[in-house]
């Protein structure tokens, strides 16, 4: 089983001065997934990514990769990184660039090459390859770094909020490009917190606030878990006489009441059957009854709470 | 190995492609035939002597002597206008408005008094040339000597024997014999070799400083990092930068050996072929080279990873600016004693300062130019730079390696010492 396990974390944790970035983090990606690592800002993610990386060290706890402790320099060959905050060499030119990036993870000048004139390619940015990078559009520089992490076929991709700053076309090629490696049996793992994103393309999520894990695991089974039971509700005419139903705590515990439609989360042990008996023993016209998956969107505002998700909202007021 | 020879050759290749590199080393060979040929070409042009008045008031045969002397040298054309006491002020008044409407340079006033106090004034528009009121003092002390002789009564033709002009051949003496250069000579190239080392040491540690400087703003360095040890990476960019001061390096010697060789071409090309004999060309031994080399690399090497630290503590341009200071002023120091050092090569001073690392990769290399330097001194000056250029780069390597991945506040002296120490 360990042998499927691309990335553990075990106990992992590290201060700065005065602060705790990540706490007793432990998690597990498995071969061939596409995990996303999801939190607030501040909540230790690029940390996290960075302790992998082996670019610092974890105080406590170990990261194990590819089934051993020696570290990400010592499997670099096998892991593409795409750090946070985006920069390439300016004056440069983009194939030359890309060379480059190849080389220093070991892969021949005349491959690397011809494979970053293939992804060029691929990318739509062909007839960018001898203009330097300085020229390019933001967006497009970001595609570069993107294609850079990728020449070397690695086996692992951690990708650090790739999505940020990306227009919604340029998003979907990149969406797209991640789909298609993890087809091709190469791990991801991103940092987002973009939850509409991470909900299409992930199948494993860990989600982390404030430095500690608040939850993990496969998607299916976290949605099972921790989001509890959810239906779709629609009336015929007004919601009147079930106006009661929904505001009983026993039944409902929280409801998103639109008046002639509503999404009620179940409270524990309540089966939907039950709720539907009581709403057509109530003598209310139904049009629609539905049970619904609760979003990680959902899940996450949940989790997190909106406490916690507090300093990601004064962060984007002063962004 | 592999990881560190693609940061060499990005080093290089980005740096030798730019047009800085180009025009840099065109420019170079350009700057020393101008240096070279400018002033033959000047001396054999500036042919206008300056017009001076002599004003005599009752100095008797003085006035006279004055201009004969003053006009016996190519730059004056002097001539005696008479005035008398009442009459004086007039005179200096309309020589003076001669000399701001440039029809004259400059006017002397000699009286009945000079010959006893000694003082000759002078006005002119030229007092700020070093070389004319040089020779124009020159003039007035052997005119005032030969009259003073001559009014004592000894014979005017004795004193113009006494006063034949000598003239100092200088050649330098090394352990080989009478080498056959010229004072001038060595002193110039014991001035150029230092310049040119300064020079190319502060311009290529700095260009390390800004890579290191780049690759942390743009965070490449964290994917870089991420795949070879950070000791590769700043001693890939050392090496890939110090190839391109070898290089040029390289092409100036070249540039420097055929225009001494074509020499005779050279100056014909620019009409002054007369000169070219006169022209000294200090002998640039194997040995001078060997020295300046091996300053060169060690004296960088030992700058570039104090500068790479600095570009790994700070995040701006503008913070680089500051940090770098106490670096520089470590080779500053070094310009500073130029003159002192050539004065004096062998003495206290320079053989201390050819000893102290910081100092040595410039102020060697000028001692072994302007003088001989015992064997011993010389071995144990390269010893001393070796064995600190060592430290230092290991020092440089573990500061580096923190100070690259970190961000936020400039870490003071005491952070840094914590850094290298950091496991």
């Known amino acids: 089983m360990t042998n499927d396990l691309i990335v553990t974390l075990n106990g992992v944790t590290k201060r700065f001065a005065g602060h705790v970035a990540v706490a007793n983090l432990s998690l597990a990606v498995p071969g061939g997934a596409v995990y996303g690592l999801l939190g607030p800002n501040g909540a230790g993610k690029t940390t996290t990514i960075r302790m992998i990386?082996?670019?610092?060290?974890?105080?406590?706890?170990?990261?194990?990769?590819?089934?051993?402790?020696?570290?990400?320099?010592?499997?670099?060959?096998?892991?593409?990184?795409?750090?946070?905050?985006?920069?390439?060499?300016?004056?440069?030119?983009?194939?030359?660039?890309?060379?480059?990036?190849?080389?220093?993870?070991?892969?021949?000048?005349?491959?690397?090459?011809?494979?970053?004139?293939?992804?060029?390619?691929?990318?739509?940015?062909?007839?960018?390859?001898?203009r330097k990078v300085e020229e390019l559009s933001r967006g497009m520089q970001q595609k570069v770094q993107f294609i850079g992490t990728m020449l070397h076929e690695p086996k692992l991709l951690i990708l650090d909020e790739p999505f940020s700053g990306l227009d919604p076309i340029n998003a979907q090629v990149l969406k797209d490009t991640i789909v298609e490696l993890s087809r091709t049996g190469t791990t991801v793992i991103f940092s987002t917190h973009q939850m509409d994103v991470a909900e299409k393309i992930c199948d494993h999520v860990c989600i982390i606030a404030r430095g500690r894990k608040v939850l993990d695991?496969?998607?299916?089974?976290?949605?099972r878990v921790h989001g509890g039971t959810h239906v779709a509700v629609a009336f015929e005419g007004d919601s009147e006489r079930a106006e009661s139903l929904i505001g009983d705590r026993a039944l409902v515990a929280k409801a998103d009441d639109y008046g002639v439609y509503a999404e009620l989360a179940l409270s524990d042990g309540v089966e939907p059957q039950q709720l539907l008996e009581r709403l057509v023993a109530s003598g209310a016209r139904l049009r629609r009854f539905e049970r619904i998956e609760p979003s990680l969107h959902r899940i996450f505002l949940d989790k997190v709470g909106e406490h916690q998700a507090e300093p990601e909202r004064r962060e984007a007021l002063r962004a | 190995m592999r990881k560190a020879w693609a940061v060499i050759r990005r080093e290089f290749l980005e740096r030798v492609r730019t047009k800085w590199f180009l025009i840099s080393t065109i420019l170079g060979p350009v700057f020393m035939i101008a240096l070279t040929v400018l002033p033959s070409l000047l001396a054999a042009r500036s042919g206008r002597a300056s017009d001076v008045v002599v004003l005599d008031e009752g100095s008797g045969a003085l006035a006279e002597r004055l201009a004969t002397q003053l006009s016996r040298g190519n730059r004056f054309r002097a001539r005696v206008v008479p005035t008398t006491a009442g009459g004086r002020a007039a005179a200096v008044d309309s020589l003076t408005a001669e000399v701001q409407a440039r029809r004259l340079d400059g006017f002397l006033a000699v009286s009945g008094a000079t010959l006893e106090a000694g003082i000759v004034e002078y006005r002119g528009r030229n007092v700020a040339s070093i070389r004319d009121m040089a020779l124009l003092?020159?003039?007035?002390?052997?005119?005032?000597?030969?009259?003073?002789?001559?009014?004592?009564?000894?014979?005017?033709?004795?004193?113009?024997?006494?006063?034949?002009?000598?003239d100092l051949r200088t050649s330098r003496v090394t352990r080989r014999g009478a080498t056959g250069e010229t004072g001038v000579a060595t002193f110039a190239l014991a001035y150029v070799v230092g310049f040119v080392l300064y020079m190319a040491i502060i311009l290529y540690s700095v260009n390390v400083m800004r890579s290191v400087l780049e690759e942390k703003q743009t965070r490449i360095v964290e994917v870089l990092v991420s795949s070879m040890r950070p000791f590769q990476l700043m001693l890939g960019k050392v090496i890939g930068v110090g190839s391109v001061g070898l290089l040029q390096f390289g092409i100036w010697a070249a540039a420097a050996y055929a225009m001494i060789h074509y020499r005779g071409a050279l100056f014909s090309l620019f009409g002054a072929s007369a000169a070219a004999g006169r022209v000294q060309f200090p002998a640039v031994g194997a040995a001078m080279l060997l020295v300046s080399i091996g300053y060169f690399l060690f004296g960088y090497l030992l700058y570039s990873a104090m500068f790479a630290v600095v570009g790994a503590s700070v995040n701006t341009d503008s913070e680089a600016q500051q940090a770098q200071l106490p670096v520089m002023m470590l080779l500053i120091a070094s310009i500073i004693m130029f003159p002192a050092i050539l004065n004096e090569p062998g003495g206290q001073l320079s053989v201390s300062m050819s000893l102290i690392p910081f100092s040595a990769p410039i102020i060697m290399p000028i001692r072994f130019a302007a003088a001989e330097v015992p064997a011993r001194e010389l071995a144990a000056s390269f010893a001393i730079l070796a064995a600190t250029t060592v430290v230092v780069v290991w020092l440089s390597a573990r500061i580096y390696r923190v100070g690259i991945l970190m961000y936020g506040k400039r870490p003071n002296l005491r952070e840094l010492v914590r850094w290298a120490r950091q496991s």
């Open chain 1, 53 to 130: 990386m082996n670019i610092i060290v974890p105080d406590e706890g170990a990261v194990i990769l590819f089934g051993d402790d020696l570290g990400g320099r010592h499997h670099s060959a096998s892991i593409g990184y795409l750090p946070e905050e985006r920069g390439l060499y300016k004056k440069m030119k983009v194939r030359d660039t890309l060379v480059f990036l190849a080389e220093a993870k070991g892969v021949g000048r005349a491959l690397a090459a011809r494979k970053a004139d293939q992804w060029l390619d691929r990318l739509g940015l062909a007839e960018w390859r001898l």
């Open chain 2, 137 to 166: 003092e020159d003039g007035v002390r052997q005119a005032l000597l030969v009259e003073r002789l001559t009014r004592r009564g000894i014979d005017p033709a004795l004193v113009q024997e006494a006063q034949a002009r000598i």
């Open chain 1, 217 to 223: 695991g496969a998607v299916s089974e976290v949605k």
